[in-house]
């Protein structure tokens, strides 16, 4: 996910109703709170695993979604959702 969609998600329009809107929008900020990780942060994060992960593997960079989760326990997890189209036979 990079800043843009972030902010997309974060302001933008959604097809549920606007409590679960609400309270999805709150459950972002509590966990970029807890894990003290801005929108910033997270998007250089984004493009350094892409910068590593492209060196073994071709992936849909557009597709790439990288966040943040928080569990019942209140434990905070880092996410990444990457497309692999192909393996690099040979590393970069």
Do not use: C
């Amino acid at each position: 996910m990079n800043i843009g969609d972030f902010i997309s998600r974060f302001f933008g329009k959604d097809s549920g109703n606007s409590k679960n809107v609400a309270k999805e929008r709150l459950r972002l900020v509590l966990v970029h709170d807890r894990a003290n990780v801005s929108p910033e942060i997270l998007e250089k994060l984004r493009e350094d695993l892409i910068e590593v992960i492209n060196k073994y593997m071709e992936i849909d960079q557009t597709a790439l979604e990288v966040s943040l989760n928080s569990s019942v326990d209140d434990s905070i997890a880092l996410v990444a959702n990457i497309p692999i189209l192909g393996i690099r036979r040979h590393a970069l």
